[in-house]
């Protein structure tokens, strides 16, 4: 009976330190839940992107038509406007950032460069429009289709982000529904 203590001893020794590891990592290495807050924000910047999508596409289809400068400007100021909004709502974002949840955060940071870039080929068009730098028709053709280029990916990539959050959620609705385990 003697021998039998010791095994049992050390045999407890390991399911209490299984029992603690396996809630240690949630505590610690947890990700944040996500915060609602920074899904209505991906959400109107969704829209804003899309919004700014299709004025940059309409704007690239001028060069194939006979669009009058004034025309152009007029709609190089509305993306510019659009544009504007997509930036205080991507600001409004990276100061939500700290509440976000890991995918949260991600998407975020890979907002942030797509619109600088896209900020740099819609300065460039106004740049033009505005003759404040010489630009050729050819560079100028450049920058609307690189403008359209990187709206429609940023749209589609804020669209994704969105959509992965909404479908995150479904799946966490329909774990609880059908009482699947955490892991």
Known sequence: MIRNKPIVGIGTLPLLLGGFLTTVPPVFG?????????TT???EAK????????DAVTMESFDRM???RE???AMINQVRDHVNALVL???????????ASAWQKQAINRIAPFLEEFNGYTSAVIEHLNREVPHT?????DYLEANADYATDLAQLIADFVDYGRTKDRVEELKTKLEIPNR
């Not at 709502?89 to 509440?99: V, W």
């Open 66 to 68: 006979a669009v009058s």
């Open 89 to 99: 709502t991507e600001q409004k974002l990276q100061a939500a950032r700290p509440d």
């Open 137 to 141: 028709f050819a560079e100028y053709k």
């Open 47 to 54: 829209t804003q992107a899309f919004q700014v999508k299709e």
């Open 41 to 43: 924000l991906l959400s």
């Open 30 to 38: 947890g990700d944040a839940a996500d915060s609602a807050h920074v």
């Open 71 to 73: 025309m152009q400007a």
